[in-house]
């Protein structure tokens, strides 16, 4: 067993999770007064600062009744880890040197704190060592230059290159050629040690050696059998030679638990224009081409318009590169659901984070509520503008601005900053667009809004954020895909699919900038 370490944490650490001296395991994490007096400036904002400071004062109050803060401290978790407070006597504080005099005066002092306790035989009398945890990059740095072990900490950051994608590859030359034949498979009937199914092996899999042992071939039917197990919800299979999103793309349901009996994958059936869809007969994936003019130009498209179509599901998310269509796959289900099927959709409805790029600032906007934030749904005006073109039962010229003011078309805007207050009610669609801007608080907040019947939608792309508080690998999109992914046997993932979109469609440079 390592030993404990004395964690010592700065206000930006509380200000990422007021749950983080919780979340050190064994050992004893020291909050410097100073500390406490920067979060007592904050806990009045309304913002994401000023929750994570209030979480964090109400679990200090909890624990001033449970313990000796300053003392002793107090336990925080299951694991032994101990909270305490700390304050370095004015006495104290001239024989702690540090090097760095052009930073503030309560950093110097936090510096001092770490300083002293490493080698203070009455606060650390078993000589643990401390670590200073801030994700300031420059107090770090001062830390570092005064022989001060320092590191940083994202709340809840998610590894993106173990992202869930909603697709898996398996060459499986068996389960094609079940599918030949039929529409839908039962998982059941893939997942199978039978003899016939070694028989097969044996025959069509001779390796460079000649024939593979029978040994080798039961191997390879546990891997292969293990693979389909391990299938998550509503996840797309790909049966491909190659790790690439072509040739036969097959869809795996595998609603509630992970042993449901009803298990089926169902295939994605292709007409002759390449399009990809099991939810919707020929004459209404007609219809809905003719209405909106937009048909995918990939599979990945077409898996997302599926998934935006599967009445079965509450929530998709479509994330990944710009210009790959999260949007306006978004705006046709939606678009079409409402205007254009006997069972619509009553209403739908719109938000987006209201973030600038950059220091960018356009200071107060003149008009009513709508017209202050419509200039930052660019991108959703610019689907309307393909698809009411093509749309019949529109006026020639109409566009998003058009159709927000007509209520005949149940097409309206919710500012992110007033979601609190309503509900998204029974047969609405909702997107939330680039919700790689949202925080966990907003996107949580968001998701208790919605009620049975309703269909959301949450587009964003993790490596595009806006602000210095929200990042790639910690945000509201990449916290709720993660929580998706790791909690399959929850019985309500069963309705919600989260979908990786990397094929860019919209220009040349739109590829090229995937390099920057």
Known sequence: MSKPKIILLDTNIIIDSWRAPTEFEDNIVVIPKEVIGELHKFKSENSDRGVNARGFFRLREQLARDGDLIKDGVSVNDKGGVLKEFYLPLDKRDIVSINVPDIGENDINILRCAKFLEDDKEHNPNKYQVEFVTNDIALRGSALINKINAKSRIADAVDLTKLYTGYSFIQDEYAHELFLNKDMVELSDLI???????????????????????????????????????????????????????????????????????????????????????????????????????????????????????????????????????????????????????????????????????????????????????????????????????????????????????????VRIQPLGYVRGINIKKRQFFIGEEFQNTTHNSIKTITSRLNDGAKAIYTGDPNQTDGSHIRAEANGLTHFIDTVMNNQGHVYTKHIACLKMDIVERGRMAHWSQLL
């Not at 293990?226 to 036969?248: G, H, M, P």
């Not at 795996?252 to 990809?276: P, T």
């Open 192 to 410: 199978s040690l039978s003899s016939d199914l070694k028989k097969y092996e044996l025959e069509y899999s001779p390796n460079s050696q000649g024939k593979e042992t029978e040994y080798d071939i039961t191997e390879k039917i546990i891997e292969r059998d293990e693979f389909y197990k391990s299938l998550l919800a509503n996840e797309f299979i790909v049966f491909t030679d190659q790790n690439r999103l072509e040739e036969s793309l097959l869809k795996g349901y595998r609603y509630g638990l992970l042993n449901d009996k009803n298990s089926k994958i169902v295939k994605l059936v292709k007409n002759n224009e390449s399009h990809y869809f099991t939810n919707l007969d020929w004459k209404e994936i007609r219809k809905l081409i003719d209405k909106t003019g937009i048909a995918p130009r990939n599979v990945e498209q077409a898996m997302a318009l599926d998934l935006s179509l599967n009445d079965k599901l509450d929530i998709v998310v479509l994330y990944g590169n710009a210009g790959t269509g999260k949007t306006l796959m978004g705006v046709v289900a939606g678009w079409y659901t409402t205007q254009h099927t006997k069972k619509g959709n009553s209403e739908l409805l719109f938000t987006k984070p209201h973030s600038n790029v950059g220091k960018e600032e356009y200071g107060y906007l003149p008009g009513d509520l709508i017209e202050k934030v419509i200039h930052n749904y660019s991108s959703v005006n610019d689907a309307f503008d393909i698809i009411l073109e093509k749309d019949d039962e529109c006026i020639y010229g109409e566009n998003l601005d058009d159709i927000l003011n007509d209520p005949e078309k149940r």
